[in-house]
């Protein structure tokens, strides 16, 4: 499996309803979309949560990475691209990916990315990560995502709730206007 994400910075005095419209114009197109885990449709408003800006930043869970690619050849990705610009796009192996069958209920999501050390024990990061994800399930998420990127040695924690948690200053913290999902 690999996530990925890109993310749309906005003007402090961009309309976000714009946004809002947009996802829930484009939002079901990618309803059923093969070997997709699942697409959050995710949005952050300046002073919201704490966000510092206004962003678009869709997540993906993809099962299998080629279809990412797919994904980003296609159409759709280009009209994104024609409408907002040519977006940064990370992408981590997936360490570990719990999924509630209660998920198409997600309204929050939050995003930590972390920096991993150099020369860390990444067998051990690992199971750190795979146990934070568990736990956010038992504290009530609807999925929780764990992975790395070994080029920029970060880690990501996603994860989706129905109700904003409580974070720390470090994550991001979103609004879900659609979740696309696998038949």
Sequence with gaps: MIAMQYSFTLPADYDMSIIDRRIRDKG???DG???LGFKAYLSAR???FGSRDNLYAPFYLWRRPERAGDFLCGTGFQALTRAFGWPQV???????AQISPHIAAAAFATRNILQTEPHAPLADLRRAESAEAEADLAAGALASVSGFEPT???????SLWREPPEIGDDAQTYRVG???LAR
């Design 152 to 158: 920029t040695w970060t880690r990501i924690r996603f």
């Design 33 to 35: 979309f093969p070997n």
């Design 28 to 30: 079901p197109l990618l």
């Design 90 to 96: 990370k992408t981590w192996i997936v360490w570990e």
């Design 46 to 48: 300046t002073s919201e």
């Design 178 to 180: 659609h979740m696309s």
